[in-house]
């Protein structure tokens, strides 16, 4: 009932920001937490970051912290990925993902998710 349609494939340079993006259909986009989580080559699935239904409340992993930010617009339905002085191990796929409850850290958590997005970040 809900897809999750993610911003493109992009390659950057390090140090480097972009912003990801991702449209949710289906129901009310309001009725969502979201998360962003991400996926490097032979390494498990990580949390980035969450924000609740109204973006009143966030939570960042320690590793992003102050370069990252998440962000909504439930006008638009998309949910957001800031991401500032990239690096080369910021390499992965990233994926959004959304949960009909409260913010969560756990991919486990969430019942929705977009297919991923390749983010490679060059020297």
């Known amino acids: 009932q809900v897809q999750l349609v993610a911003s493109g494939v992009v390659s950057v340079q390090a140090g480097a920001s972009l912003r990801l993006s991702c449209a949710v259909s289906?129901?009310?986009?309001?009725?969502?937490?979201m998360g962003w989580f991400r996926q490097a080559p032979g390494k498990e699935r990580d949390f980035v970051a969450t924000?609740?239904?109204?973006?009143?409340?966030?939570e960042y992993a320690d590793v992003v912290k102050g370069r990252f930010t998440i962000s909504r617009d439930n006008a638009r339905n998309t949910v957001y990925l800031q991401m500032n002085s990239l690096k080369p191990e910021n390499t992965a796929v990233y994926y959004c993902a959304a949960r009909a409850r409260i913010i969560a850290t756990m991919a486990v958590s969430y019942d929705y998710w977009g297919q991923g997005t390749q983010v490679t970040i060059s020297l």
């Open positions: 289906g129901r009310t986009f309001s009725c969502y937490s």
């Open positions: 924000i609740s239904m109204r973006g009143g409340s966030t």
